[in-house]
């Protein structure tokens, strides 16, 4: 099976041959710090937090440590970048359901995403019921019921068009019916009319809190391939719709991963799930040392 270890070995090359050339006997040299700097830029880390890094090792370590020195100090700078937020999926302990918005843009990987959650949590033997809230494409949808008969999931979808709020409040007012635990909500991701959207995204935020359910968490799905993009969509979903978490997906594919990284430290979002593959059992929990160990190396 996939993991995040084969999946960032592509980032983890440059770091391997970075360090190799480094001589244990000889200090780092000015050309090597460059190279340090290019190297956490070229893995989707950003050019700001890149130098900062760089920085701050310069500041640690003096400007000529021993390569062994040096890469215990990346390791250990790199993880406590990290946000100390939960990493588990949240629910009420009171309220019945709890709610989970799923938010992103289109292609992300977010219907995927809400089927392989859908997935885990019947495993851990919760009862879950899907909102289609996206109204707005019909292949959405489609989509989201393919999910849900291949978990056993219900779903309730409006008429095309629907008001997306009145879907997903119609859904949670359904699941506190038949007593389910988790409604999961799919959204609309469509990226040319962003306005609308953001003020979309407000209004299923305010609705589903004024239901029976209790929103426990707004997961924004991003994919990791995007790079620096992400880290747009970040700020530009959460100041919408206050996201508690993040779920990265297509690690397995030509994803550098830094972007992890760059969106935990910029926004203190955690980053909760990782999407490895296209599969329903193709998403892991998130661990920063597993992480930072697989890109670093
Ligand atoms: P949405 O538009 O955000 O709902 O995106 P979809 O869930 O339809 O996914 C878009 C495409 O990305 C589909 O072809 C999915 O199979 C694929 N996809 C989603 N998650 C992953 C992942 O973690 N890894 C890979 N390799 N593909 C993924």
Do not use: Y
């Not at 430290?265 to 992480?291: H, M, Q, R, T, Y």
């Amino acid at each position: 099976p996939t993991s995040i270890s084969s999946s960032l070995s592509r980032s983890r090359g440059p770091f391997a041959s970075l360090f190799s050339r480094l001589r244990s006997d000889a200090g780092v040299d000015p050309e090597e710090w460059t190279r340090l700097e290019e190297t956490l830029i070229l893995s989707d880390m950003g050019p700001t937090l890149a130098g900062e890094i760089v920085t701050e090792l310069k500041r640690q370590l003096g400007k000529s440590p021993s390569a062994e020195a040096l890469r215990g100090a990346l390791v250990a700078l790199l993880e406590s970048k990290f946000c100390e937020g939960p990493r588990q999926l949240q629910f009420s302990p009171n309220a019945k359901p709890s709610v989970v918005l799923v938010v992103g843009v289109n292609g992300t990987g977010k219907t995927t995403t809400i089927g392989k959650v859908a997935s885990l949590l019947m495993r851990e033997g919760r009862s879950v019921m899907i909102a289609a809230g996206d109204t707005f494409r019909a292949a959405a949808t489609e989509q989201v019921g393919v999910w849900a008969s291949l978990t056993g999931v219900e779903v309730v979808s409006g008429q095309p068009g629907a008001d997306p709020a009145s879907v997903i409040f119609d859904t949670i007012e359904h699941a506190r019916a038949v007593g389910s635990d988790v409604v999961l909500c799919d959204t609309a991701g469509r990226l040319q009319t962003k306005t609308n959207l953001m003020e979309e995204l407000k209004k299923i935020r305010r609705v589903a809190a004024k239901s029976s359910g209790e929103v426990t968490e707004v997961l924004l799905v991003i994919d990791a391939t995007t790079g620096q993009n992400g880290l747009r969509q970040a700020e530009v979903f959460h100041g919408a719709a206050e996201v508690t978490g993040i779920v990265l997906t297509k690690l397995d594919g030509s994803a550098k991963g830094g972007v992890a990284l760059a969106i935990e430290s910029e926004f203190g979002l955690p980053i909760k799930l990782v999407g490895l593959g296209e599969g329903l059992n193709d998403l892991a929990p998130f661990d920063p040392k597993a992480f930072v160990a697989a890109l670093v190396g």
